[in-house]
């Protein structure tokens, strides 16, 4: 790895230990999909995004909408890394009073561009972001997380519809295709596959890559600013859970948070 | 008299409002002859983006552009923007209080021949429950003008509901529509008629019909639903003693309910509702429909007189 993988996994690291303290302080939440979720968020955030947290109203800033919004932790990890907000705050999750809500307000929380957790919607607004963005000439980018089970939602297509007809090339999609939904396997419950097939007959560019390959996802990310013409989506296989050994491929782990003792186990792993 | 659709009154508005103010941008899904959106395509093409049918897609890209600073009107039929789209709607636009101004046409039964599939009875009270949303209920042309641009100069969700048919104009051109603000038209205090939309015209015609056999109402056009005139609804009840609401909605959760909710806890009045029986449209012709469904000049006489019975 060079020096920017490597800070990029240093910083993917920390944030996959803040995810496990803030959903132990929580008793509640997602850690599966925030933890797949993981080496994605902090790529976007300390290597290909233009963002400023003196700033956070900036603008010509870059965009990122957490389209599968039930992994906030995810989110909230990377802009209290990025310093938008006091890492300390990180364990008021979920807490009565806190400006980090069980998923991402964009109203109360420093850095949040859009507001989400109801599936589908996120991936919408982010057209109209990037649309907005190509009507005023500005050259900032939309990047937006999807969920695979996610993609079995009616709007997500209506977005990759209208996506793909605008030809937005400023807009980056990046399907989290970790394979298991709450009620099991994505392929078992409702099976939203062939997805690369699917975005391809979209209009969109697609590249496969392994979620957890920071040279895949910074090439994958670089493809993406070359593609013209086009929005480009990123189809990363992940591991639901990523990093804690008992929580991945677990499909109960999608939405329990871990107890004190499960908690010092996986900060054990994530040493 | 004048008749004019508050549709036509909404397509004119965007235009004028698109020259003056360059962050406006208008979204439709496929109606946009119908909402008369197509006029502002015409002359602001890069401005217009028909999402296709796709109601619920067109809410969040609104949401998404107004994130950016842009002002977007986003408009179908009243059916389709509050019921196929109602939680785009509250989640991404109510919920995150983003600058979306919702115009919805072909409200109500005045629809008339695309039958009750089509004939939103229900709008108001859907957009009136949600937190953040204002609701606008326009009595004509001259006041739907006003309260577009007074919608696209104030910041947050708007709700807008729109008609069909022509209706006739019932406010003076320099009519200036006030957010919030209840509109004393008629006085005469033997019973007050609440009206909004449409309606209020009929209203107005009661009251000639009433003063005619010695009977003086107040006709208050409440155009605003939310935030609603608790201050003006309050005085005219208290003067008039006996009260009638009208409208082309149900009479469960729009302007009757709303009226009832002010009076119940401020200043309980005898009232009567008039509006649409909790029962689904049908197709047939606009002014046919309103005389089944009772939304009528003599079913207001009708229902002055029931209340004024009640008249402590």
């Not at chain 1, 802009?79 to 705050?89: H, I, N, S, T, W």
């Not at chain 1, 994958?220 to 990093?243: C, D, F, Q, S």
């Not at chain 2, 552009?65 to 109510?94: D, H, L, W, Y």
């Amino acid at each position: 790895m060079d020096n920017n993988m490597q800070q990029i996994a240093v910083r993917a690291k920390e944030m996959r230990r803040q995810i496990i303290r803030m959903l132990a302080s929580a008793k509640s939440g997602h850690p599966g999909g925030s933890l797949s979720a993981a080496d994605i968020v902090a790529t976007l955030y300390f290597s290909e995004m233009k963002v400023d947290p003196a700033q956070k109203d900036w603008p010509e800033r870059d965009r990122f909408v957490l389209s599968k919004g039930h992994a906030a932790p995810v989110l909230y990890a990377a802009l209290a890394e990025k310093g938008f907000f006091p890492k300390e705050d990180l364990l008021s999750l979920r807490h009565l009073g806190s400006y980090l809500q069980g998923h991402p307000d964009m109203l109360l929380t420093p850095g949040v561009d859009m507001s989400t957790g109801s599936l589908g919607h996120g991936i919408s607004a982010s057209v109209g972001m990037a649309l907005a963005g190509r009507l005023d000439k500005k050259d900032f980018r939309v990047y937006t997380l999807l969920g695979d089970g996610e993609c079995e939602e009616g709007l997500v297509w209506e977005a990759a519809m209208a996506a793909g007809y605008y030809k937005l090339d400023n807009l980056v999609g990046i399907v989290d295709h970790n394979g298991l939904q709450i009620d099991g396997p994505i392929v078992e419950v409702m099976s939203p596959e062939p997805l690369d097939q699917k975005w391809q007959s979209f209009g969109w560019h697609v590249i496969k890559i392994d979620g957890h390959d920071y040279a895949a996802i910074l090439g994958a990310l670089a493809e993406a600013r070359v593609t013209k013409g086009k929005p480009t989506m990123i189809i990363a296989k992940t591991i639901k859970g990523k990093g804690v050994s008992f929580m991945e491929n677990q499909v109960g782990w999608h939405g329990n948070a871990p107890n004190q003792e499960q908690a010092a186990q996986a900060l054990a792993e994530l040493e | 008299m004048t008749k004019i659709a508050t549709r036509t009154a909404y397509g004119q508005a965007l235009v004028k409002l698109g020259e003056q103010n360059p962050d406006i941008v208008v979204l439709d899904a496929d109606l946009s002859k119908s909402t008369k959106t197509a006029d502002f395509q015409k002359k602001f093409p890069d401005r217009f983006f028909n999402i296709g049918i796709a109601e619920a897609n067109m809410m969040c890209i609104a949401a998404g552009m107004a994130t950016t600073g842009k002002v977007p009107f986003a408009s179908t039929f009243a059916i389709f923007a509050t019921g196929r789209a109602f939680e785009q709607v509250r989640n991404s636009i109510a919920h995150t209080e983003l600058n979306v101004k919702i115009a919805a046409t072909h409200a109500g039964i005045s629809v008339g021949e695309d039958g009750g599939s089509h004939q939103t009875v229900e709008d108001v009270a859907i957009m009136r429950v949600l937190p953040n949303m204002t609701v606008i209920v326009p009595a004509d042309a001259i006041e739907t003008a006003s309260a577009v641009e007074v919608a696209s100069k104030m910041h947050g969700p708007v709700y807008i509901r729109l008609g069909r048919l022509d209706v006739p104009v019932v406010l003076p051109e320099d009519y200036q529509f006030v957010l919030g603000k209840a509109v004393i038209m008629r006085e005469g205090w033997d019973a007050a008629v609440f009206a909004n939309g449409l309606m209020v015209a009929k209203a107005l015609e009661a009251a000639e019909q009433l003063a005619a056999q010695g009977i003086e109402i107040a006709v208050v056009n409440v155009s605003t639903i939310k935030p609603i005139d608790k201050a003006t609804i309050i005085e005219v009840a208290r003067r008039a003693g006996a009260v009638v609401t009208a409208e082309e909605h149900s009479i469960i959760g729009g302007l009757g309910s709303a009226v009832a909710e002010v009076l119940a806890e401020n200043e309980p009045t005898p009232m009567v509702r008039v509006g649409i029986q909790d029962t689904f449209g049908e197709s047939g012709n606009p002014e046919a429909l309103l005389e089944k469904y009772g939304l009528t000049a003599a079913k207001i006489s009708e229902a002055v007189q029931k209340v004024m019975q009640n008249k402590k």
